[in-house]
Every structure is written in C-alpha cells, then in structure tokens.
C-alpha cells in the first residue's frame, strides 16, 4: 500500500476537519456544499473508494475533486490530531481524476429515481443526491464492531418541518433511514442503507440568558457551542469538541471532566424537541410526551425519535479559574483523591488520567508520546495525574489538604519543554529533593523557575519534532495562551482527540461506585481480556460523579481498522468485556455498561445510576 492511500485508508472519522478548532479555518467547499464528501474527511473515504475500485467516476466525483483548492488547512488539523498530511490525498484524488478524464474515462451520470424526487421536493434539489460520490462517504466508519452499508441516498434538511416531512415520505414508502451526526460513532449506528439524514446545515444557536439556557440545532457542534458560550461569559457540559451536541444527547449523554460538578445526561438539559417516527412533534417536557427517562438495567432501548433541538444548560465562569495536575503513584491513592473532592465539593472538574492519556495528551507525535510515557511512569515515577479545574479557593483547599501537584505556570513548562524532558539528566535528582515523600519537589517555592531554566519551554522547542513544513504554523499555535491553558483545554477538549492518534479506540464505558477494590478489579480483567486476544490497551479516565459516589470509568483497546485480524480479535474482546460488565451489573446491582446505559442518554442520573 502506498503512502498516499495508507493515510487515506488511516482518517480517523472524528470530524476535526469540520470545526476550527485551530483557528486555521475549515475547508471552503464543505462550508458551502455541508456534505461530508466536500470536507478532507470525506475526500480521504473517496480517494479510499475509487483506488480500491469500489465505485466508480461520477459527476459528483469530478466536483468535489474540483472543489478543492488544495490550501493545506487540513494538514494543520489532522496533523495535529492524527500527525497526518491528507493534502497530498486531496492532491492525489485531483490528478485521479484528471488522469481518468484525460485518458477517455466516461463519468457516470447521476440518476433520478421516483423516492429521490420526492425528497428533493422537500429539501430542495441542492440537498438530496444517490450519486456514489457522495453516498460511498456515509456508508462506513471506523466501527470495529459494524460492516460497511451504502445508503441509497443522502439528504440534508434545513428545518425541523422538512425533517418530519422526510420521515412521514421514509414511512409511507417503507424505507429505512438513520440520522447522520459529524463523524463517527463507535456501534456503526450511524451507517444504514436507505436514507442518511445528515444534519449538519441545521447550526441555529440561539441564547436565553435570563434563564441561563442556549437552544441548538442539532447540526451544532461541542466545540461551536462551547465557543459560543464562553463568549457570552458561560461554558456549556460538552464532550468532543466535533461531536454534535444533540446526537451525544441522544447517544451516550454529556461527559466531561466537568460533569463532576455539572452532572451527566439529564442534567445537562432542560428541554429537546423531537421529531417521533410518525413525523410528528413533541417536546420533552409536554405533558403528553413519551416518558423518555424510563430506564431498565440490561435491556434496549428504542430512539424516541430525531431530535431537532434541546435546550442547554449554561453555567458561570469566575475570572480566577485555573488548572493543576496533582500526581499519585497509585490508581487507589489517586481514587481515594478525587472521592475526597467530589464529596466536598471541591473543584469544579476532576478527573484520573493514566500514563497513555497523558503522553497522548501532551505530545505533538507518536514517537514523543511513546518517549515521555516512559518518562513519566519510571522517571518521574508518576504513572497517574488528576486533573483538577477550580477557583482559586478550591485550589488552596487542595495545598491546604497536603497534596503537591503542577500549577498552570509548571504546566506551561513540561507542555513546551517536553522534547527536552525526554533526555533531561536531571531527572534523577528529583527523587532526591523529594525525600522521604512522594513529589515533595513541587512545593519548592522556586521549582516553577528551576523547571523553565533546565527545559527552556518555547513554542519552537515544543515544535522541532513536527513536519519542518508545518512548524512555522505550529510555533505561532504554541504562542498562544490558550493553547497551553488547563481550563480551556478541558472545556474545549481539542487534544483529548489526540488518544486514537496511535490507532483507532474502543472504549469500555461504565458508570460504577468509587470502590478502590472494584474498579481495581475491573481495571485488571479489562486488560487480561485485551491480553488473550493481543489487542492493545490501557486505562483510560476515571471521572467522579454524583457527588463522589459514583464515577465514569473509560478501558481503551487499540486497534487497525485495515488488519482484518485484528478487527477478529478487537470483536472478540469487546464482546467479552461487554459480557463482563453485565455479569458485575447483575452482581452489584450497581455497575451499569454500555451498550444498556450508554446509549439511553436521555435517562435521568436518579434512574440511571439507581435502579
């Protein structure tokens, strides 16, 4: 395979490419056409599809091909995420192209059928297509667990009367449809034959201050809203920052580091209209509505319907938030940590991050994230950070409490100084200033300024293991405050997207008591399943909950999505891990997995987390 298809075959699927989360820009063609095959994304799936012969030269193929502009934006974003240049795939699928003209190709003319009318009778002829060139890019995802479906046609309503209209169309004539978020979603329930309706031109983001909520569409994205909001003075609850907020509702619920303090699911809305299968509508809180926060342990649930918009909870920000990383040598003694401060209420986001997380986080490539955990567990000897967010009285708590940890300032200079960090000889000195006591080091009053003279953090330091090409963008990115804060790096989330730069990831997802012996216990038998089956893996994040007495508890396994193998095994293990998590949920009364939980967001925390 070469390299060109290799990172076409590599896109991750998360959508990055659709936000600006750089502040670089996102692609001009997919502000303008909105179908995911004008954004990078769906160039890298179409480029994938015609070397490999699975469809064939379209009109829609030769425009969106045309299209672009070859600007490079893409390379910034994805090689930020992924360390991957998709520009010389969007080179290469022009010249696929021209050459294929050139030579006498004929390009397949698209085909107007009686359904496809129809529809374009509702959305308009503009926002409806069964061109491949279009569906081919909806028709998979980097699920381990899914096969690869091609719609018969893709549409992009506007308002939320054209969608009730589509699903009573889909209705009468017996066809199946699926709504479409921004990327990807890990079962494959975004991929479907019959009708994809993407939702992605429906972006509306409308304020109600006084009563501290924010309408949205269910086109916007997590980190759109989140920009918005803070803005405004506010922060929303938001997961990753491409994830649409409306289908995280609907799919797994709002989960952050910040649903510590601002809850899970239910909590984080006030009220969402739908669309029912019948082309109907209603709202959450009508009197007559279906009761949507129903829940039953082991069992099912059925959507409800599409929802066309919710109503978001915004939260106040104080001006002296800020963010530190408190260090443990042990997952117990870092749990009994972040149980202490939930029950007291202290911080406002918490969160348990294992060594795979934070090299991940930090680094700018593999290879340095693959250096620096080592660093971090037998040097440093700090195998795992809680990242803790709060005014500056909850950080006094927290040094009042005894806890050494990393402020924003030495924070700043281990992000910027990491290439130095990897080979620093000092290193062995530190368990000498600790003494008797574990990172005793970080109370030094002058630690902040010995950590910045022996690294000499710059934005061009931190830059010198990217692509020479890209560095100039990249040190420029680096300088900029926020891009090295805690706070804005956990609510706007851009480098937590970073974990499946390595491969691909399958999350084992549950909510269960802050019980140092069971989550151990669990912890232990998640990583002897990936072992039987040789899957990659590791401990992912641990988020208090429910005021301490419970948490989110995230077990990654890796995976190649192009190893057929592999997908085997990843198969296999993630169907015994499921059946694992049921055996405890039944046993304890008190674990509660995906899929049963994790995808019946609209449950209330009361139901979810007690019955």
């Known amino acids: 395979m070469n390299e060109i298809l290799k990172t076409a075959k590599n896109c991750r699927h998360y959508a990055m490419c659709k936000i600006d989360f750089l502040g670089s820009g996102v692609c001009a063609s997919g502000l303008e056409k909105h179908f995911v095959s004008f954004y990078p994304q769906g160039r890298m799936i179409l480029y994938e599809a015609l070397a490999e012969n699975k469809i064939s030269v379209t009109e829609k193929v030769v425009e969106i091909a045309d299209s672009c502009d070859l ?19 969007m080179e290469a699928l022009k010249n696929h192209i021209e050459n294929f003209i050139n030579n006498g190709g004929k390009i397949k003319p698209a085909k107007d059928d009686t359904i496809l009318t129809e529809i374009r009778k509702i959305v308009g002829n503009d926002w409806a297509t069964n061109d491949e060139g279009i569906t081919v890019t909806y028709s998979h995802d980097l699920s381990a667990i899914s096969e690869p479906k091609m719609p018969d046609y893709v549409v992009m309503p506007n308002t939320k009367d054209e969608i009730a209209s589509l699903v009573k169309l889909c209705k009468k004539n017996n066809i199946p449809y699926t709504m479409r978020g921004n990327g990807q979603n890990l079962l494959g329930f975004a991929i479907h034959e019959g009708v994809i309706i993407d939702l992605n031109r429906m972006k509306t983001i409308e304020f109600d201050e006084k009563n501290w909520l924010v309408k949205v569409g269910p086109g916007v994205a997590a980190f759109e809203l989140q920009k918005q909001a803070q803005k405004r003075g506010y922060r929303i609850n938001a997961s990753e920052p491409a994830a649409l907020v409306c289908a995280n509702i609907m799919c797994s619920g709002i ?29 959450l809180n009508d009197i007559s509505s279906p009761n949507l926060y129903s829940y039953k342990n082991l069992q099912h649930k059925n959507s409800p ?11 106040p920000v104080t001006n002296d938030e800020t963010g530190i990383l408190v260090p443990f040598q042990t997952l117990d003694n870092a749990l009994d940590f972040i149980k202490d401060c939930a029950v007291r209420h202290i911080g406002l986001a918490l969160g348990v991050v294992g060594p795979e997380y934070i090299s991940t986080f930090l680094a700018t490539t593999k290879k340095l994230a693959t250096e620096i955990k080592d660093v971090f567990i037998n040097k440093l000897d700090i195998p795992f950070l809680v990242v803790v967010i709060g005014d500056k009285f909850a950080i006094r708590t927290i040094s009042q409490m005894g806890f050494p940890f990393f402020d924003q300032r030495m924070f700043k200079a281990l992000y910027l100084g990491l290439p130095a960090l990897k080979s620093a000889q000092w290193l062995n000195l530190v368990k000498e200033l600790s003494d008797d006591e574990p990172y005793s080091y970080l109370r ?34 680096f300088s900029r405050p926020e891009i090295t804060d805690l706070v804005w790096l956990n609510m706007f989330r851009a480098m937590s997207t970073r974990l499946g730069r390595k491969k691909p990831f399958l999350p084992v997802l549950i909510y269960l008591p802050i019980d140092n012996v069971l989550i151990n216990e669990l912890n232990n038998k998640f990583r002897l399943i990936a072992e039987k089956y040789q899957i990659d893996n590791d401990f992912g994040f641990i988020t208090p909950i429910d005021n301490g007495k419970r948490c989110i508890f995230e077990y990654d396994y890796f995976y190649d999505y192009n190893d057929p193998d592999e997908i085997r095994r990843i198969r296999l293990a993630a169907t015994e891990a499921n059946s694992l998590v049921d055996e405890y949920s039944v046993e304890t009364g008190t674990v ?4 049963y939980v994790l995808y019946q967001g609209f449950c209330r925390k009361e139901n979810l987390l007690y019955s």
Do not use: W
């Open 71 to 89: 600007c490079g934006k893409c390379d910034y974003q994805c090689y930020f995420v992924n360390e991957m240049r998709p520009t010389k795939v």
């Open 592 to 595: 509660k997995g995906h899929p």
């Open 444 to 477: 030094i009053k002058s630690f902040a300024e010995l950590l910045e003279t022996a690294l000499a953090p710059s934005p061009a330091l931190y830059s010198q293991e990217i692509d020479p090409e890209l560095r100039p963008f990249f040190e420029k990115l």
């Open 255 to 283: 989960m952050s580091t910040f649903s510590t303090t601002y809850g899970i699911n239910a909590d984080n809305f006030i009220d969402a209209e739908f669309v029912d299968n019948d082309g109907s509508f209603f709202n």
């Open 305 to 315: 319907g599409i929802c066309v918009s919710a109503n978001i909870k915004l939260h």
